[in-house]
């Protein structure tokens, strides 16, 4: 696995394209590692993931991880300060960045690939990409926080579809039901088109919108309301948001700080 950052953009590129991008206990501590390193980054604006060779990940690679079952046995184990196992953390993590993560998708996205695309806040595929809840295959469940994912984007009946069936979607189909937030011939360009466009907005609003739909998605009304009231509130004292303000005026391009650790 690789990353770059440049101009406030991390690209994190799965490189296992001889496997077509599969997932190993060494490729999921990198993941987990790299989201960590990420978030300390108050410089940081937006990541993009995507998947060298012929594929984004075409989930887990099974013929190597099962060389060393000891590591499967202390992966899926859960860390209590976190709630999660590492095959798990490895997609979640990038739901606890503060800023939006981008899934730039050609090829196979399948199993645990999918999941780590359904981690992301945004979905850039080919039309012609494979997208597939394959552990039905193997007759297994998605564990990698995918039933989750799946709850925030299509409904409970699609959702049982996909898991007990393992069917392969293009990604056009994935997109028409909602897994897929854009179609591109070069996804890849096309996130880096979208990223920086979120570059334009303040980073201390990217942070609380992500915090705030992560936190409040399937919550009631009252918790909701709250919860906007207290993110707004510190945004409303944030150096960002007055450079916002100020540029929307001017009509100019707005200059931002880091991110506000508050954020």
Aim: aromatic content about 8%.
């Amino acid at each position: 696995m690789s990353n770059s950052v440049e101009n406030g953009i991390a690209h994190v590129r799965l490189t296992r394209p001889e496997k077509l991008n599969g997932l190993t206990i060494d490729t999921l501590d990198q993941l987990i590692a790299t989201a960590r390193d990420l978030r300390r980054d108050t410089t940081l604006r937006t990541v993009i993931i995507s998947g060298e060779g012929d594929s984004f990940c075409a989930g887990l690679d099974f013929g190597t991880v099962m060389r060393k079952p000891q590591r499967i046995a202390g992966a899926l184990v859960p860390l209590p300060w976190r709630g999660t196992n590492k095959f798990q953390e490895a997609c979640w993590a990038w739901r606890r960045l503060p800023v939006p993560v981008i899934a730039a998708v050609h090829g196979h996205c399948f199993g645990g690939g999918l999941q780590l695309a359904l981690a992301a806040d945004f979905r850039i595929s080919t039309p012609d990409a494979e997208w597939s809840v394959l552990e039905a295959k193997w007759g297994l469940v998605p564990d990698m926080s995918g039933v989750q994912s799946l709850a925030e984007l299509v409904g409970i009946e699609t959702a049982k579809r996909l898991t007990m069936t393992a069917r392969v979607l293009s990604g056009k189909t994935a997109h028409d039901i909602g897994l897929v937030g854009e179609l591109a011939d070069d996804p890849v360009a096309a996130a880096r088109d979208f990223a920086d466009e979120l570059a334009s907005r303040s980073p201390d609003q990217l942070a609380a919108t992500k915090r705030l739909f992560g936190d409040t998605w399937h919550a009631g009304p009252r918790r909701t309301f709250a919860r906007e009231r207290w993110e707004q509130y510190f945004l409303l004292a944030s150096a960002n948001t007055r450079a916002a303000r100020e540029a929307a005026a001017k009509k100019i391009a707005p200059t931002f700080a880091p991110r506000s650790r508050r954020f």
